[in-house]
């Protein structure tokens, strides 16, 4: 016998309990505080490697 789990979309809900206003809007582009971050980990993952020889 299986049994059946039964849920309700999340979408549904959210459409019930909250009007679009009230939603957070979507952006475009990444804010310049996250691109900062973003380099100075890439640049912290890149010091990780050694410097390719010249053998």
């Not at 299986?2 to 990444?30: G, W």
């Not at 640049?43 to 020889?53: D, G, P, V, Y």
């Given at each position: ?31 310049t ?8 980990g ?14």
């Open positions: 016998m299986t049994d059946r789990i039964t849920h309700s979309c999340v979408c549904e809900v959210l459409m019930t309990a909250h009007a679009p206003a009230e939603r957070v809007a979507a952006t475009l582009a990444p804010s505080d996250l691109l900062d971050r973003a380099l100075a890439w640049e912290r993952f890149l010091s990780t490697f050694e410097a390719a020889s010249d053998e």
